[in-house]
């Protein structure tokens, strides 16, 4: 069963506009979330992350929503440009995991910004 | 700055060979970890250590073993390789403790195995 869910596999945006991607999760026990982008053939690489006390994060053109009460967290790229073009993975950590936190992993979200 | 470094990058093994796959980080991180990536099933978490000599198993940890002799190296071991273990690998890493300040993992550039 999917803890972490990103129901869109893939998105395509016009650069220069606003690129939302969503992510969904289960367990009320994660309090820390985190988003990774991933181009091909290479490892994925940390983007922002948010903890469960804060409602938004924001760092450049990327911002990250929290909202505790639906589940539910998005990623937003404001504004778009072609090197955004990745796939990006929403990931989770439990808080009664202690300090040997696992991450949890959604499956990704294949974002193509067109010029 | 190396980061985390897999090798190789790229490997083919025949069905019933062994090999291992090499991970290594100079960031002094206690928690390194094993994935493997599938088409349509994101980042699967292998095994995993939080330190030198503690090890523990991951969601699919079956065919694979691992050690941790020291910080710095975490190496991941097919012990007789299936069709099943063609796959993208990473190994990632990480300080033990996650907080607000982002110690987030750190990835290597992953090892695309193929077994025939």
């Known amino acids: 069963d999917q803890q972490v869910k990103q129901n869109s596999p893939s998105l395509s945006v016009q650069e220069g506009r606003i690129s939302i991607l969503n992510c969904d999760y289960t367990?009320?026990?994660?309090?820390?979330f985190l988003w990774y982008k991933k181009y091909p053939a290479e490892g994925p690489t940390f983007l922002i992350s948010?903890?469960?006390i804060k409602d938004k994060n924001e760092d450049g053109r990327f911002t990250v929503f929290l909202n505790k009460s639906a589940k539910h967290l998005s990623l937003h790229i404001v504004p778009s440009q072609p090197g955004d073009s990745a796939v990006y993975f929403c990931?989770?950590?439990?808080?009664?995991?202690?300090?040997?936190?696992?991450?949890?992993w959604g499956l990704g979200t294949s974002l193509a910004v067109n010029p | 700055n190396a980061g985390v470094t897999q090798t190789p990058k790229f490997q083919v093994l025949k069905t019933g060979q062994s090999m291992t796959l090499q991970c290594a980080q100079d960031?002094?991180?206690?928690?390194m970890s094993w994935y493997r990536q599938d088409p349509g099933m994101g980042l699967r978490l292998i095994h995993y250590?939080?330190?030198?000599?503690?090890?523990d198993q991951g969601e699919v940890p079956n065919g694979y073993n691992v050690s941790r002799s020291t910080t710095e190296d975490f190496p991941l071991r097919l012990l007789s390789a299936a069709p099943s273990q063609t796959s993208v690998y990473f190994c990632?890493?990480?300080?033990?403790?996650?907080?607000?300040?982002?110690?987030?993992?750190?990835f290597g550039q992953g090892t695309r195995l193929t077994v025939v």
């Open positions: 990632a890493s990480r300080p033990r403790r996650l907080s607000e300040a982002g110690t987030e993992a750190f």
């Open positions: 960031m002094n991180h206690e928690y």
């Open positions: 250590s939080v330190g030198a000599g503690i090890t």
């Open positions: 367990n009320s026990m994660f309090d820390y």
């Open positions: 948010i903890s469960s």
């Open positions: 990931a989770a950590s439990p808080s009664n995991a202690g300090n040997n936190r696992k991450l949890i």
